[in-house]
């Protein structure tokens, strides 16, 4: 059964750093990994996804890689601002439908102005 | 265009009573799903659909039933509800996007079963 581990559960950083977000998945036959996004109260917003045969995806001040034969993908965050604080949740498709999604269970990321 | 709808936003039961929670998407996706979210246990499954008259079980699926009336609306009801059910619950949908088949989540219904 795949388990997806997010490290760390928590991170406070002042404002303009680079950062790394870090998510690991114990089985690497994957389809694809993805990075949501989840304010306060608020549902998840896709950030990015990668397939898994891609190494890395950007989007703005984000990039998103994967490592399928370690396990592991890593979300960086250039320039972080106020406004990048939210919990940051990794998910991995394994295929098969139903049960294919496991999510991790988030990095919440406060930016300090 | 409002991707994915849930109601109610909040809920207050009393244990033993039923409710149903409602979500619609207007993206025409096949897929929808039903999560729940606890602190320490991040999100799981609750029950899916891969398409119009079709449902899974998922990780969690005892004390619920779901329907999937048409290809826009996929309900969520708890029977007889228990303090364990106390939660935030999602629902998503999923389609084709130029990275690969991405899930839209709605805002969620906090769930408090006392």
């Known amino acids: 059964k795949q388990e997806v581990t997010q490290i760390p559960a928590a991170l406070s950083v002042p404002e303009g750093e680079n950062l790394v977000l870090n998510c690991s998945f114990t089985?690497?036959?994957?389809?694809?990994l993805q990075w949501f996004r989840q304010d306060p109260g608020k549902g998840l917003t896709s950030l990015l996804l990668?397939?898994?045969?891609?190494r890395e995806q950007t989007s703005g001040r984000l990039n998103a890689s994967l490592d399928k034969s370690s396990g592991r993908s890593t979300l960086y965050i250039a320039a972080s601002q106020p406004g990048d604080s939210a919990t940051y949740l990794c998910?991995?498709?394994?295929?098969?439908?139903?049960?294919?999604?496991?999510f991790g269970k988030g990095t919440h990321l406060i930016i300090q102005p | 265009n409002a991707g994915v709808t849930q109601t109610p936003k909040f809920q207050v039961l009393k244990t033993g009573q039923s409710m149903t929670l409602q979500c619609a998407q207007d993206?025409?996706?096949?897929?929808m799903y039903w999560y729940r979210q606890d602190p320490g246990m991040g999100l799981r499954l609750i029950y899916y659909?891969?398409?119009?008259?079709?449902?899974d079980k998922g990780e969690v699926p005892n004390g619920y039933n779901v329907s999937r009336l048409n290809k826009r609306e996929f309900s969520l009801r708890l029977e007889s509800a228990a303090p364990s059910q106390t939660s935030v619950y999602f629902c998503?949908?999923?389609?084709?996007?130029?990275?690969?088949?991405?899930?839209?989540f709605g805002p969620g219904t906090r769930l408090l079963v006392l």
């Open positions: 089985d690497s036959a994957i389809y694809n």
């Open positions: 998503a949908s999923s389609g084709v996007t130029s990275g690969g088949e991405t899930q839209y």
């Open positions: 659909s891969a398409s119009e008259g079709t449902t």
């Open positions: 993206m025409n996706h096949n897929s």
């Open positions: 998910a991995a498709y394994s295929g098969g439908g139903a049960d294919g999604l496991t």
């Open positions: 990668i397939q898994s045969s891609q």
